[in-house]
Structures are given as C-alpha cells and as structure tokens.
C-alpha cells in the first residue's frame, strides 16, 4: 500500500475550491491527532486554517500548505473527472495534485514515518493549513500568523510545499519570491463630442506620453538572485463605444512584482512623480499583494538541498521566481523559508498531474529533512 498516494488520492476528492476546505483539515488534523499532536482548528470568516504541533521544546520546523484548489474550468475538458484521482500511466490526475494535495498528503505520511522509527526529538514539528490560498489570502495565514504571534509562537524553519520542481523533482527550490504591489489609475478628463475637442479633455490623448514612460520603468535588483522589477501593464481601457464621443477618463491596472531591494513606497513614489511631471488628473488605488522575502540563512537551504541530493542524486538550483506564496506571511516574522514540492508544469491547467512515483520521493525527502532539522539521530 503507498501511503502517500492513498491519503492524496481521499484528498483530491473533496472539492475543496477555494476557500471551501471541504474537509480536508479534519482528515489531516485526525491523523496528526492519533500520533499526538495537538491539533487547533482556526476559522477566521469563512476560511478554515490549521494549526498542528508536536513536541514540547526547542526550535519549531514547520510544514506550510493550503487545502483549497483554483476551479476546475470546463469539465469536458479534462480526460476524467478532476475530482477523482486516476491514474493514467505514470501519472496521477485531478484538481489538486501538484497544487498542492500530493505535496500535503506527503507532509502527513514523513511525519508518521519519521515518529514511528523513534528519533529524539530536539526541536517540535508543526503543520499550518489554509483553505485560503487561492483566493484573496485574507483570512488565512496571514490571520494565524497574527495570531501565533500573540500566543508568542516564533517559526523557525517553514517548508512550503508549493510545486517547485521543473524537470524533474528535486530540480529546483524556491528560496525567496518577489513581492507584488498593484495599482488601478482612474484618468479624469472631460467627454464630449469629437467635433469639438477644444470643449472636451481626452484623457487617452493626455496619457500617451506619461504611458509609454510608466510602461519602460525598471527597479534594478542588487541581491543577485531576482529578475530586475519591471512595471507591468495588464488592462487598459476608455471609451463610450461611440465613435463620436470624446471619453470622460481612462482606466489603467497595473502591477510590479519587484525584489527586496526595491521597496513598495519607492514604487509607488516612482509612478506617482510620473503622474504629476505631466499634470494628470487622476486618483490611483494601491494594493499590496505581497512582500518580498529571501532566506538567507543557510540551515533550511542546505537540509533541503542536502535532502533532495540523498534521496534523488541531484543538486537542486535555488531559484526566486515564479509568483507569490503563502510564505510571504511567514517570512517577515524571521523564520527560514524553503519551497519546495512537486512538479508545476500543469498547475491551474485542465488535466493537472503529478507523477506517481514523486509522491514517494517527496516522502522520503520530507522525512531526511525532518531528521536533519529536529532529531538528534
């Protein structure tokens, strides 16, 4: 029996979209409650979180993933039903399989694993869970960090299990991510008729010059381990649908994934100084979607690499990209933060998979990392 692929296939089973845990948490939290951990059920509004430790002193290491999943998209399109995991050659496939059942499924089983041969603790363990991940992020970890906080609960060592690997597992491990600030721009002109323009103020007219020097902004990065931060735009739009009417303003999203080394109020005073060099009219929401982070620290990096390179002979490339996780809530609180987990290749798509085989591998590299990090053998 291949106890990680069981408990990731009753896993994929709960239409779990987010933030619907669906029951997931209680089928882990009743697991981790049967080899001793003390479990706390956390809701905050309608998402559950889960916060399990084991172990009564000592530096706490802790796996970090979410239970929810994107939607499905159109049902006909997949080759099975996503919520039943089916193996299909030397795949598994269903919503959830490398983001991140399988990745959550294995930080269950590495435990279990890792009590049952009986190491001397010399640290605790802890698993912290959401159903809020894929969504707007609100009401999960970042809400249990608050409240750890408060208890005067410091991390560590957290391991996210989000899908990291390329190639093939192991491959890569995220050791740091961009943070994301985001802007909508409202461009107030005046509408009117395209017959008298001098009685109007077009507002696509005023903006084409402050656009194309928004859209050619970059932040140069100096920690030599993130792409330079570029200004991205992703909708524009103006218009009445008339083609005599003057539009009375434009509106602009925009978003920056950027490095530690820029931070989000020099972006900010970047486009804004732009905004008013060309006297715009304008009003500007802002929305911080995440903090950068980069560990540093050396301890996580090299049990996980150390780890990857014991159970599957390769030396993985530590790598900062991709977009945000949850471990941009823990990161700030001073723990070491690692990614790593199965491979992203059909993540969010239709026909999502994992191979068969990585589950075990990331059992097995779960539990060295476990070993290396809290037991004295």
Not at 152 to 170: A, F, Q, Y
Not at 265 to 277: G, N
Not at 296 to 314: H, P, R
Request: aromatic residues 6%.
């Amino acid at each position: 029996m291949n106890n990680t692929l069981d408990l990731a296939k009753l896993l994929i089973s709960k239409k779990s979209v987010t933030p619907d845990d669906a029951g997931c948490q209680e089928i882990i939290a009743s697991r981790l409650k049967k080899i001793g951990f003390h479990i706390e059920h956390l809701k905050f509004g309608e998402v559950d979180n889960l916060w399990a430790t084991y172990g009564d002193s000592g530096p706490i290491f802790v796996f970090l993933g979410h239970t929810d999943v994107v939607p499905t998209g159109p049902i006909d399109e997949w080759d099975s039903d996503p919520f039943i995991a089916t193996e299909k050659g030397p795949f598994m496939v269903g919503r959830g399989t490398a983001d991140m059942k399988s990745s959550v499924a294995a930080f269950v089983t590495s435990i279990e694993d890792f009590l049952k041969e009986n190491h001397s603790l010399i640290g605790r363990i802890g698993v912290l869970l959401t159903s809020d991940e894929e969504g707007p992020a609100i009401n999960g970890i970042s809400k249990v960090v608050d409240y750890l906080e408060k208890k005067g609960e410091k991390i560590s060592w957290c391991l996210v299990g989000e899908p990291t690997s390329d190639n093939r597992l192991g491959d890569v491990i995220k050791i740091g991510r961009r943070g994301s600030i985001s802007a909508r721009i409202n461009v107030i002109g005046t509408q009117g008729h395209v017959a008298y323009p001098d009685k109007a103020n077009n507002p696509i007219h005023s903006f084409s010059v402050p656009l194309v020097e928004l859209s050619n902004l970059k932040w140069k990065d100096q920690t030599g381990e993130f792409q330079d931060s570029v200004l991205q735009i992703s909708n524009l739009n103006s218009g009445t649908g008339a083609t005599n009417v003057i539009p009375g303003n434009l509106l602009l999203d925009l978003n920056v994934r950027h490095s530690p080394s820029t931070s989000a109020e020099e972006i900010k005073s970047d486009i804004e100084s732009i905004l008013k060099k060309y006297h715009i009219n304008y009003e500007i929401d802002w929305v911080i979607g995440g903090k950068p982070f980069l560990t540093t620290e050396l301890d996580l990096i090299n049990a996980v690499k150390d780890s990857i390179n014991e159970v599957k002979g390769i030396e993985p490339v530590c790598s900062t990209d991709g977009g945000t996780s949850d471990g941009r809530f823990i990161a700030p609180t001073g723990a070491q933060v690692v990614e790593f987990g199965p491979g992203n290749a059909s993540i969010h798509k239709v026909n999502e998979s994992v191979r068969t085989e990585d589950l075990e591998g990331l059992n097995a590299i779960y539990k060295t990392i476990l070993i290396k990090l809290v037991s004295e053998s």
